[in-house]
C-alpha cells in the first residue's frame, strides 16, 4: 500500500489560547481551499479546557496531536513539529490568527511556479478586538526584504508563511534557533535570505490578532534585546571587525 503523503505540512504551537481564538485560527486551517495536507499540532503543556477544545479537533484525520509533557516554549514546539513533518513544504500557523480560504491555494502557486524562491509570506489585515485596524497591500521583493531585515521590518508575517521543508531541514539545517526564545521567525528569515529567496504575495490573505495579552506584547524588552542579537549578527557578516567596533 503506497502511504498518502500530503503536500504541506501545516504546524501550529498552543500554549492556553482564548479558546475562541483558537477555535477561529483551526477551522481557518481545515476549511482551506486547498485541502492536501497534514496539520501538526503541538499542545505546550495547556491547561484542560485547551487540551479538551484540541482532542475534538482530533476527529478530523488530517489532525495531528501531540502533547509536551511540561512547558517547552515555541521554539522548541516548532522544531517538535517540523521533525514530525511529511509534506513538501511547510506552513506556519499561530493559535490566534485567521487564514482566508485561498491561502494556501495561492501560496502554492507561487512555490511551484519560482522555484528560486524558499519561503514566501502574504499581505495581512490587523484585528484588535475584532476591529481592522490596519492593512497595507504592498509586495516585498527578496532584495527588499534582504534589507529591511537590518531594520527589524521585514513586511513578512510569521503565521503567513510557506517554506520549502527541503531547504529548511536538509539543504541547509535551518530549524528554529532554541537558544533563541523571542523573535525566532526573525532570526530564521535572516538565515534564509543569506542561501535562499523571500517574498511576500501583495494579496490579502490572513488577519492577524493584536492585544495587550500576546507573548510579544508581554515581553516587549525581552524581544528587543534578542532582535539586536540578531541585528548585531548579520552585520558581523557584512564587516567581520564588527565585535571591536561595538
Known amino acids: 500500500m ?32 486547498f485541502s492536501n495536507f497534514e ?14 477544545i484540541l482532542n475534538e479537533y482530533k476527529k478530523d484525520n488530517r489532525v495531528i496531536l501531540k502533547r509536551n509533557e511540561k512547558n517547552l516554549g515555541l521554539t522548541v514546539s516548532l522544531n517538535r513539529a517540523i521533525s514530525l513533518a511529511r509534506g513538501k513544504y511547510l506552513a506556519r500557523m499561530d493559535a490566534d490568527d485567521i487564514c482566508f480560504p485561498q491561502r494556501f491555494e495561492v501560496e502554492i502557486e507561487y512555490l511551484e511556479k519560482f522555484s528560486d524562491l524558499g519561503v514566501v509570506g502574504t499581505s495581512f489585515v490587523i484585528m484588535d478586538n475584532g476591529r481592522e485596524i490596519f492593512r497595507g497591500n504592498e509586495a516585498y521583493f527578496p532584495e527588499q526584504i534582504k534589507a529591511r531585515l537590518f531594520f527589524c521590518n521585514n513586511g513578512l508575517l510569521h503565521s503567513s508563511v510557506l517554506m520549502r521543508r527541503e531547504l529548511i531541514c536538509k539543504e541547509l539545517d535551518l530549524l528554529y534557533n532554541e537558544e533563541i526564545k523571542k523573535s525566532q521567525d526573525f532570526d530564521l ?48 557578516e557584512l564587516i567581520p571587525e564588527t565585535d571591536k567596533i561595538m
Open 39 to 52: 496539520f501538526i499540532i503541538i499542545d505546550d503543556c495547556s491547561d484542560e479546557e485547551t487540551q479538551k
Open 2 to 33: 503506497i502511504e498518502n503523503i500530503p503536500l504541506i505540512s501545516v504546524i501550529m504551537s498552543v500554549y492556553n489560547t482564548e479558546i475562541v481564538f483558537l477555535k477561529e485560527a483551526i477551522d481557518s486551517i481545515l476549511n482551506q481551499t
Open 189 to 236: 528569515w535572516v538565515r534564509v535570505s543569506r542561501k535562499s529567496k523571500i517574498f511576500v504575495i501583495p494579496i490579502y490573505l490572513m488577519k492577524y490578532r493584536v492585544s495587550n495579552n500576546q507573548i510579544s506584547t508581554k515581553n516587549k524588552s525581552e524581544q528587543i534585546m534578542y532582535r539586536k542579537q540578531i541585528i548585531r549578527s548579520q552585520l558581523f
